[in-house]
């Protein structure tokens, strides 16, 4: 359900003209003078269910709270179910902000959890995390449990904006080459272990301070992290907002040697470069789609653009099937250039290499009709690519009319035209005998298990 309606005063929620509006007034009016919190609805419904913030919860039963209103406002709670719970909607942001709030909060539940077997009160988690809803208090209990339970023991402090983790990252980016922290390593938070926080710092530091070149101290620095997480003494930790409040994932990465894999390839009838649009004016995908079937298990793949800037350059993405949920995003600076340096295939198109919006010309569209024609020849792994049901030339013509108005349009005939290039690559990388090895590059790419990758444990 939508919680999601947290009204300012009692007259907002008189004028929805719920069959429950004049009850739900008065409720919240009388929560509010004595908790000193308001309620949350959900709009879609009578508001018969009505939420009470955790904050109270965390004073009162919810059996004192119904005596209280029955006793202080005569309330008649026939048909009314009260309950605590902040709603749903609030914490959604993903932008860096908010992303730091929500961090930050797993940090506080890790360590209040590992230190007291309790939870931070709501009170303690909004001052961290404002617009904490009930997703994510779900998601920093569930985290917490899992991690406290792998590491097996106390002793622990969990960093993020101070202590051990701005210093490690400051000696990896200032003195062993790394050009953007998550690129190496994705961890949110570390956890260290406080008997030997003092030895690591002094370690890392000698590090840090090798004669050597950059790229060779970062391999010192790895190895020395995957030692570490290893044996418990410091653990990168990255973090995911979990579906239903439940972690499916809790792996070591990077930790040892990657398996050589000998059983991937593109799963037959599965790569789809889908042209058609539909009734909206949009592309009916805004992606080039295909399998992998990796250990047995299907991967699925898209190259896409993920912000929906009118050209904005792709990007590769793995979801594993089932429970094993999200891989991540390739590395294309990490794991992919190097590869396709390596083996002479083409470079990558950016969307900066693209018409602009309203700038076609006549030459333009004829070079891309023409390139998607000798594209259709191609097969990736013997496997035919679909392209749709219309000619390209007429769904081309009408895209480029479209996205004068259509900024999705826009984005994902960018995206479309990119991909053709991705079609060239796989073609020139079989051709070499090294579809196979791509595959293996692209599937620990997504894992963040590349050569030049710091060592982390992952919760999703």
């Known amino acids: 359900m939508a919680f999601n309606f947290r009204p300012k005063n009692a007259t907002e929620i008189t004028r929805k003209k719920k069959s429950n509006s004049a009850t739900a007034a008065v409720i919240y009016t009388a929560i509010m003078e004595e908790y000193g919190e308001g309620i949350i609805l959900d709009p879609t419904t009578s508001f018969g269910k009505i939420k009470v913030p955790r904050a109270v919860g965390e004073k009162k039963t919810i059996t004192q709270v119904k005596q209280f209103l029955k006793s202080k406002r005569s309330i008649d709670l026939k048909g ?24 930050n909060a797993t940090r506080l539940y890790c360590q209040t959890y590992m230190d007291t077997k309790k939870f931070p009160t709501a009170v303690a988690t909004k001052k961290v995390y404002p617009e904490v809803d009930d997703a994510w208090y779900a998601t920093f209990e569930a985290q917490a449990i899992s991690i406290v339970k792998w590491i097996k023991a106390g002793g622990y402090e969990f960093s993020r904006d101070d202590g051990i983790m701005p210093f490690l990252e400051d000696i990896a980016i200032k003195k062993c080459g790394v050009r953007t922290k998550d690129s190496w390593n994705p961890a949110d938070i570390y956890a260290v272990r406080k008997s030997k926080k003092r030895v690591i710092m002094k370690e890392l530091d000698a590090i840090g301070d090798l004669k050597m070149e950059p790229a060779a101290k970062l391999d010192a620095l790895n190895s020395y992290m995957s030692s570490r997480i290893n044996s418990k003494d410091l653990i990168g930790i990255s973090l995911k907002k979990l579906s239903k409040g439940k972690v499916q994932t809790i792996e070591l990465t990077n930790a040892s040697k990657k398996d050589k894999l ?79 340096t390596k083996v002479g295939a083409p470079k990558r198109r950016m969307g900066t290499d693209l018409p602009k919006v309203g700038a076609w010309t006549k030459k333009d569209v004829d070079a891309y009709v023409k390139e998607q ?45 990119q991909c053709f290039q991705w079609v060239k690559i ?3 990388i079989e051709k070499k005998g090294k579809l196979q090895e791509f595959l293996t590059v692209l599937y620990y790419g997504a894992k963040k298990q590349y050569d030049t990758a710091g060592p982390f444990l992952k919760i999703a």
């Open 262 to 340: 000998t059983d991937i390839a593109i799963v037959p009838h599965s790569i789809l470069l889908d042209l058609d649009l539909n009734k909206d004016k949009e592309f009916i995908t805004g992606e080039m789609s295909f399998k992998i079937i990796v250990k047995k298990e299907v991967v699925n793949v898209q190259i896409r653009a993920f912000s929906g800037g009118v050209r904005e350059s792709t990007q590769m993405d793995m979801t594993g099937s089932g429970a094993a949920a999200k891989l991540g995003k390739v590395s294309s600076r990490e794991a992919i250039d190097p590869f396709l």
């Open 80 to 103: 009314i179910e009260l309950s605590f719970g902040d709603g749903s909607g609030v914490g959604k942001g993903t932008d860096a902000t908010a992303t730091a709030k929500q961090e």
């Open 373 to 417: 024609k000798e594209l259709e020849k191609i097969k990736i792994d013997k496997h035919k690519i679909y392209w749709g049901k219309t000619t390209w030339k007429t769904t081309l013509n009408k895209a480029i009319e479209y996205e004068q108005d259509i900024s999705r349009t826009a984005s994902q005939l960018s995206a479309k035209l």
């Open 426 to 428: 796989f073609n020139h």
